[in-house]
């Protein structure tokens, strides 16, 4: 199993408001999460840095799993913990007040994947078959639209509402986590990514490239160089496992 996750600030924006973290549980159980901070210089940098920062402290605490489903329970619960924590803080801070975050992580084993997010923070899914698949459902507005017969896919990609989230993390004091579980029964990638590479990439482009023969780190990597070569206007920042029968490597 190979993992890595890379995080750059765009061609555009001043700083970077996103922020990655993938580590090995267990030699066949790797966490990855992508979060997309809010709120503006430093209020949206803290929001997804406490992801971070709660994921990596909660995983120091916990023994591997032993089931995917309690891999799922476990991420659905530390996203819980983080959105009491940020909305805490904003509300103590004037100066923080609204800040929030995207969140999607995932927890991948040799056959099972956990996945659980709030926003529209992005995972996909590259099967043996080679068939690419998105894993999430936004938590957005113009998805909503999309749902609802008012819009098509194509003119949500474009729409002036397209960056207005009906969740995120930190904003309310109760939110509720999408979760889900997926059973794979040949070797898979699982690609984690923010806003601000699927609005400049297509999902055929990521395809394309997560379907290279390369390393996990060397793939992100092309991915951020890829998106920052179309000028990416926002935060651009990605995590990958790919599972192999080799050991557990990665950055």
């Not at 267990?26 to 966490?31: F, G, H, K, T, Y």
Request: with cysteine.
């Amino acid at each position: 199993m190979d993992f890595g996750s890379l995080s750059d600030r765009g061609q555009i924006r001043p700083h970077n408001e996103d922020a990655a973290f993938v580590k090995a549980l267990a030699d066949d159980q790797i966490l990855l999460v992508v979060a997309d901070g809010m709120g503006g210089h430093k209020a949206g940098d803290i929001a997804s840095q406490a992801v971070v920062d709660i994921f990596k402290q909660k995983s120091e605490q916990k023994e591997p799993f032993e089931t995917v489903e309690e891999a799922e329970a476990w991420l659905i619960e530390v996203i819980t913990e983080v959105n009491g924590e940020i909305f805490k803080e904003a509300l103590a801070d004037p100066e923080k007040a609204g800040m929030g975050t995207t969140v999607v992580a995932a927890c991948g084993f040799p056959k099972d994947i956990a996945v659980a997010h709030v926003g529209d923070s992005r995972a996909y899914l590259l099967e043996a078959n080679k068939m690419f698949t998105l894993l999430t459902e936004d938590h957005s507005l113009v998805n909503e639209y999309v749902k609802q017969g008012q819009i098509t896919s194509e003119e949500a990609e474009h729409h002036p509402q397209k960056n207005v989230l009906l969740q995120a993390l930190g904003t309310e004091e109760e939110v509720t986590v999408s979760s889900n579980l997926y059973n794979q029964e040949s070797g898979y990638s699982l690609f984690l990514c923010s806003d601000g590479v699927t609005d400049t990439l297509s999902e055929e482009t990521l395809g394309e490239m997560l379907r290279l023969n390369q390393q996990a780190q060397e793939l992100v990597a092309k991915v951020i160089e890829e998106a920052n070569a179309h000028g990416a206007t926002d935060n651009v920042t990605a995590a990958l496992l790919q599972t192999t029968d080799g050991n557990v490597s990665g950055r």
